[in-house]
C-alpha cells in the first residue's frame, strides 16, 4: 500500500515538475520539445523500478538504481518546493505573467543548488569527536568506563 501511494505522490510531483520546467523560456529555447516528457519518463521508469525492486535486495545493480531513484525523489521534493513557492507568489502566472516564467526557472536553478547541497553534504562521513568528561565523585574504578 505504502508503495503504491509513494508511486502516486510522486508521479503528481513530477507531472507538475516537468509541467512548470516546459514553461521556462529558457528551456523552451535550448531543449527540443520531446526532451524533457522524454527525461521525464526515464527518471519515473528509473524511481519505479527502484522503489519496487531495489529495496528487495536483488543485487548491485537493483541497488544502484534504487540509489538513483531516492535520489532523484529527493531532488524531484526541492524543485517542487521552490516551483510551487514561486506559482504561490505569482498567483499560477495569473498575477506577473510576464515574469513567472523567469522566476520559475530561477526556481528551478535553486532547486537544483539546495539538491546538489543536500547530496554532498549526505554523502560526506560524519564528523567523529572524542570528549573528555570529568565528573566530580566518580569513583576511580569507573575511570575510563564507556557504558
Not at 529558457?26 to 527540443?32: C, E, H, I, T, Y
Not at 519496487?52 to 544502484?64: E, P, S
Request: charged fraction near 10%; aromatic fraction near 12%; hydrophobic fraction near 55%.
Amino acid at each position: 500500500m505504502f508503495r503504491q501511494t509513494l508511486t502516486i505522490l510522486f508521479t503528481i510531483l513530477q507531472l507538475y515538475v516537468f509541467w512548470r520546467a516546459g514553461s521556462i523560456p529558457a528551456l523552451k529555447r535550448r531543449l527540443p520539445r520531446w526532451a524533457l516528457p522524454l527525461t521525464g519518463v526515464a527518471l519515473w521508469v528509473i524511481f519505479v523500478l527502484g522503489l519496487h525492486f531495489g529495496h528487495n535486495g536483488a543485487g548491485t545493480a537493483a541497488a544502484a538504481v534504487e540509489l538513483v531513484g531516492m535520489t532523484w525523489m529527493a531532488t524531484l521534493f526541492l524543485l517542487f518546493a521552490c516551483l510551487f513557492s514561486v506559482d504561490l507568489a505569482t498567483g499560477f502566472g495569473f498575477l506577473f505573467p510576464r515574469v513567472a516564467p523567469v522566476l520559475r526557472g530561477w526556481a528551478l536553478l535553486a532547486g537544483g543548488a539546495l539538491s546538489a547541497v543536500a547530496l554532498v553534504q549526505g554523502l560526506r562521513p560524519p564528523a567523529v569527536i572524542d570528549y573528555e568528561v570529568r565528573l566530580a565523585g566518580l569513583p576511580g574504578s569507573w575511570t575510563g568506563r564507556r557504558s
